[in-house]
């Protein structure tokens, strides 16, 4: 072995191996199928330590799946199919996309995609992900595409989805709808302005943050049993400056506490005025358009956009004299989690998937998923509780997959593409046909899907990897692959990816989409916000942490995270796991020679003393905690219990206690060195099988160094835990090597008060000990404890003595009790 672990060497090599040999295929790992539903990350340009964070913690539990005897199938997916990649591309080959067809514009993102996929992988691959980088899509590609249109298609069939002229959320900056679930609140400074509507010559001041819409009102509202205001039922009210009449309506939804307890109701300011809308059957006035911009129908403030025209017609109101007082207001508004500005409602023809009609079934769907950690269930029901509007598909955008559909122009009947046509665009491919109506005139629909609805459907996309793309996938992914056994993701996206793929598992085969979900955290910057490529927060990127650290000294960092928690970069953790390397590579160099020529498959020995039971024991006790801990996903306390046994049991006692009878093997009876080489062979071997999830690379080329010609695996991470993980059991040896382990650190103790080097040696080592039996068992170890402490004799007395070490003509003498 080479002096010094040199990962600049080790991790290529590991790397290569495992391509050669296919290590991470589906194939070579024969077992129960373990299918992971792998986040696609965004392409668009670069990751961040985030995606570092999370994608290895996910490999972590895969690589221990696979060595637990599963047959991992860990495919990989890339989500180029929304505005990040679309706006890339644009600026990357200064082009339009409108400027193309739609399919001519898809291959060229799938092109530039490529490019900027193949550094994703590289950088996966250099991290050591264990993915089956043969099992990959993209979000866009042609597979994508059939199995979004084919569910669109299953569920229309199955009235599931519907197309309406509806309120919707709109973002005028993105020019498109939003679902509720890209919504974010924000908080700002505004003013409630207290504005004079009259009622036969009566003024009723109205408190609104909106006086822009003034010329959208279609209603002023009260609450029923509001005393103030019964006398108006039945009148109708005048809006200032435009002064046309409204009529004064009750209604319940009305808080008296609010402004002055009177309403306007326009069209539409906020999801309140969509219900009374709904409710009251008002007529719909459209005064902003799709461009943010105020329509002639606002008057003076057409072609103004929301913050120019609320500063006109104020300033029109006042001098009128309508407007009464103005008062600073703190506002939580609904803004779009892309671009942060706020949403607006506008009445457009959608395509809305029905979840308020199965709002409790959703609930129930999942409960029977398993969550860790468990309370990040509740995020999950308080979502699903508060869902308020249907999801809408439509997207007004260009780049995307679009709609199978077209519209008949004679009787407006949506006509659905034959599922042998998919995928296709209905904008470059006429409708062949008539309608029922005999019309032959049809027109494309023009929106295209929400990214969500596709990314909804990775569980069928995955399954389509492992069999063929046929009408049937839904069908026949039910049957022999969903649900999957893992969907690993951030909390953040709870409400949309993990809600969203729920729903479409059970509308399409009432199961869920996978059997366990597990959820990470983020990593915050120095400021504790989110990393995002969007914020620039990142303090520095995974390339160039490569550049200083190995690619395992990152890993160590990633798995330090506790499930569903946030965790601050910490390069001092990543310097802790850089000493882990170096201290695995010294620890194995040392037992290297004292290995050699022992057989794995030899049984152990009939006698193994004292200290090699209390390590085979140990490591019994490590391995179960080790593995409990996987069972619910907390591989930070995993590695907590294979550091623990690695560096204080076997670094700090064990190797040190074995270095005598190891160095000195003359001076020992050969069945009990014998016996310490077999037991460091085994134990050796299991250590590297625990840590081998976490730091892959290291373990592979010690593995390869000390263990890989006898065990015939070209790999460590294709053998198998129940391969090595006999369990021994011996309490007695545990609860001795206990007393023994006490002494050694006392007689460490007595000589480092001392400035003397541990190698010191003692002439004598008098023992205090007063329960009989323990003291008997302590002679027979004797030699053990003379090897350790460096005496040249011990002597147990019957006594407590004072841990005392004192020099005198030459000798040094130790005195100690336990």
């Not at 964070?53 to 890339?78: C, E, H, L």
């Amino acid at each position: 072995m080479e002096k010094n672990y040199d990962h600049l060497k080790a991790e290529p090599e590991a790397q290569k191996l495992w391509e050669t040999h296919k290590v991470y295929s589906t194939e070579n790992n024969p077992g129960p199928l373990y299918s992971i539903d792998t986040p696609p990350p965004t392409v668009s340009g670069s990751l961040h330590i985030g995606h570092l964070f999370s994608y290895t913690q996910t490999d972590i539990i895969a690589r221990y799946a696979r060595m637990k005897g599963n047959s991992v199938f860990y495919p990989f997916g890339f989500d180029d199919n929304g505005l990040p990649t679309e706006k890339y591309v644009e600026k990357k080959l200064d082009v339009q996309a409108y400027s193309l067809k739609r399919s001519e514009f898809i291959a060229l993102c799938l092109k530039e995609t490529t490019e900027v996929e193949k550094q994703f992988e590289t950088l996966w691959r250099s991290i050591g992900l264990s993915v089956d980088w043969k099992a990959c899509y993209s979000t866009i590609d042609e597979r994508s595409r059939y199995i979004s249109q084919l569910s669109f298609i299953k569920l229309y069939k199955k009235g599931h989805i519907y197309r309406k002229d509806e309120p919707a959320l709109y973002c005028t900056t993105c020019r498109t709808t939003v679902a509720q679930a890209e919504l974010d609140d924000l908080e700002k400074e505004t003013t409630f302005n207290d504005l004079v509507f009259t009622a036969d010559g009566d003024e009723l001041i109205i408190a609104t943050t909106r006086p822009e819409l003034l010329a959208a009102v279609t209603a002023v509202l009260y609450h029923p049993d509001d005393p103030r205001f019964q006398h108006l039922a039945g009148r109708k009210a005048t809006v200032p400056y435009y002064k046309f009449e409204v009529p004064l309506i009750a209604d319940p939804l009305v808080n008296p506490e609010k402004g002055t307890g009177l309403v306007m109701c326009s069209t539409f300011g906020d999801k309140t005025d969509v219900i009374w809308f709904k409710t009251h059957h008002f007529k719909y006035k459209p005064i902003i358009g799709l461009d943010g911009k105020l329509t002639a129908a606002a008057g003076p403030l057409e072609g103004m956009r929301v913050p120019a025209a609320r500063a006109a017609i104020l300033e029109l109101l006042e001098k009128e004299g309508s407007l009464r007082r103005q008062q600073p207001h703190k506002q939580t508004v609904n803004v779009h989690e892309r671009c942060k500005k706020e949403i607006e409602y506008l009445v457009l023809p959608q395509w809305f998937l029905a979840l308020l009609p199965h709002k409790e079934t959703f609930i129930q769907v999942g409960e029977k998923v398993e969550w860790y950690p468990s309370f990040m269930k509740a995020r999950y029901v308080n979502w699903v509780e508060n869902i308020s509007w249907d999801w809408c598909l439509s997207r007004q955008r260009f780049y995307g997959i679009p709609f199978p559909v077209w519209h008949c122009t004679q009787c407006k009947e949506v006509v659905l593409a034959q599922e042998d046509q998919l995928p296709i665009d209905p904008q470059e491919i006429p409708f062949q046909g008539t309608c029922s109506c005999g019309g032959t005139s049809f027109t494309p629909d023009t929106d295209v899907m929400d990214t969500w609805n596709t990314s909804s459907l990775t569980p069928y996309i995955c399954a389509s990897l492992r069999m063929p793309l046929t009408p049937s996938i839904f069908e026949e992914s039910a049957q022999s692959f969903i649900p999957m056994t893992m969907r690993p993701q951030a909390h953040d996206i709870i409400r949309t990816w993990a809600f969203d793929t729920i729903v479409k598992s059970w509308l399409h085969n009432e199961t869920i989409p996978w059997k366990t979900i597990v959820i990470s955290g983020h990593v915050l910057s120095p400021q504790k916000e989110k990393i995002s490529k969007s914020q620039g927060n990142t303090p520095l990127t995974p390339e160039q942490l490569l550049k200083h650290y190995p690619a395992d000294a990152l890993r160590y960092w990633t798995a330090s995270g506790g499930l569903g928690h946030d965790i601050s970069f910490s390069e001092n953790q990543i310097k802790i796991g850089l000493k882990l390397l170096v201290k695995l590579w010294n620890a194995f160099r040392f037992i290297e020679p004292h290995i050699q020529g022992v057989s794995l498959k030899a049984p152990a020995p009939k006698s193994l003393g004292v200290a090699n039971e209390w390590l085979l024991n140990s490591m019994s006790t490590c391995q179960r905690k080790y593995e409990q801990y996987f069972q619910e996903f907390e591989f930070s306390l995993a590695l907590a219990t294979i550091e623990q046994f690695f560096w204080h049991d076997f670094c700090d006692n064990f190797v040190e206690i074995s270095k005598d009878q190891l160095l000195n093997p003359d001076t020992y009876p050969q069945e009990e060195v014998q016996a310490t080489r077999w037991t460091l062979s085994h134990v050796g071997l299991r250590i590297l099988q625990l840590y081998a999830p976490f730091v892959p690379h290291v373990t592979e080329a010690l593995y390869g160094e000390l263990y890989q010609k006898e065990v015939e695996s070209p790999s460590l991470h294709m053998t198998k835990f129940a391969a090595y993980q006999k369990a021994f059991d011996y309490p007695e040896s545990a609860q001795i090597m206990g007393h023994i382990i006490a002494i050694i650190a006392m007689v460490r103790k007595l000589k480092s008060e001392q400035q003397l080097s541990l190698k010191t040696d003692l002439t004598t080592l008098t023992i205090g000990c007063q329960d009989a039996a323990l003291r008997q068992q302590l002679q027979k170890n004797g030699a053990l404890i003379k090897g350790i402490s460096k005496a040249a004799s011990i002597m147990f007395v019957p006594d407590s003595l004072a841990p005392q070490l004192s020099e005198e003509n030459g000798t040094r003498k130790a005195t100690l009790s336990i």
